[in-house]
């Protein structure tokens, strides 16, 4: 299939695109501080630049876009243009998110992972309902944890 815009016009819609302060990590950074937890943000200093990082807590919340890290969800399709292209980098996207994981679980770290499918879309989850969760897992000492709207 043919894109339906020019090349400098996809580019300048995929330049708009955000890595970080998304609209999900926004809700569930302002949501956490909101409930008392004082984090971090993109550290360096750990595999991946993790979203929010609790070292109180020792733990890690990663905020997903379902696109972006290819989650299994009806909010991910493979794009329909240039497919050879979004197969190589979304599934290098895949390889290195499991890569950060292992790399920060083995640096006895514990992860939460927010799916954008849990805050938008037909499946979303309430935005407190998800924040309480999130909640819940830091003050727990469950090792690994994800939330999605499946």
């Known amino acids: 299939m043919i894109d339906v815009v020019d090349s400098a016009t996809r580019s300048r ?3 708009g695109i955000r890595g970080k302060d998304t609209k999900p990590e926004l809700l569930i950074r302002k949501g956490l501080h ?6 971090r943000l993109h550290e360096s200093r750990l595999a991946g630049k993790p979203d929010v990082v609790l070292s109180r ?28 292209f ?10 290195t998110d499991q890569k950060n994981v292992d790399a920060l679980l083995t ?12 805050l938008r879309g037909k499946n979303r989850l309430p935005a407190d309902s998800v924040i309480d969760q999130v909640s819940r897992w830091i003050k ?10 499946n």
Do not use: T
């Open 13 to 15: 819609m995929m330049s």
């Open 86 to 95: 979004w197969r190589k980098k979304l599934n290098r996207n895949a390889v």
């Open 107 to 118: 640096d006895n770290w514990r992860i939460q992972i927010v799916w954008e499918c849990a």
């Open 140 to 149: 727990s000492k469950k090792q690994f944890s994800e939330i999605s709207g």
């Open 34 to 39: 909101a409930r008392g937890f004082r984090y």
């Open 57 to 84: 807590y020792r733990a890690i919340v990663l905020i997903h876009g379902c696109f972006w890290h290819r989650h299994g969800c009806s909010m991910f399709r493979w794009p329909a243009s240039n497919g050879k």
